[in-house]
């Protein structure tokens, strides 16, 4: 590859996929503006820490980040079932924790191509498994609490 660096040949067949995607990105991230990015996702942050904190979980993070929402995970739930009950019953992924972290947080991602109702699923899915797991809150508190933030800011 250094070798081919002076002729702009690349020794391989280059991520074709990934430069089209990223150019595509690119130009959506011009049109709507870094500020409004920056804000919208602030807002899918709110609402996914309102959801978190209504059905009594904590944030890990103080202060945490608008891109991602790190929760810890509720006392006796064990970690890693969460994380393959809400892939293998609700097709979702989500994120643990690493290294001292794993089977103790989860993370919500919020960044990206992401919207209200992307949010509002992902609360959902985390409520049933946190329910189905034993978790013991009001079914739905979490949803309407991020539902609430969106109808107020929108």
């Not at 970690?79 to 989860?106: M, P, S, W, Y």
């Amino acid at each position: 590859a250094r070798k081919n660096i002076p002729t702009f040949d690349n020794p391989w067949t280059p991520a074709v996929t990934l430069m089209v995607g990223l150019k595509k990105s690119l130009e959506l991230m011009k049109q709507r503006g870094i500020e409004q990015i920056w804000k919208d996702h602030a807002r899918l942050a709110r609402a996914t820490r309102a959801a978190v904190k209504a059905i009594g979980l904590k944030l890990f993070a103080n202060p945490p980040a608008d891109c991602v929402t790190a929760v810890l995970m509720p006392e006796g739930i064990d970690g890693e079932a969460v994380f393959k009950k809400l892939r293998n019953d609700h097709g979702i992924t989500i994120a643990g924790g690493q290294d001292q972290a794993k089977g103790k947080i989860f993370r919500l991602a919020h960044l990206g191509f992401v919207n209200s109702f992307d949010v509002i699923m992902g609360v959902a899915a985390v409520e049933m498994t946190l329910k189905e797991l034993g978790y013991d809150f009001d079914l739905g508190k979490g949803v309407k609490a991020a539902m609430e933030v969106f109808m107020k800011e929108k």
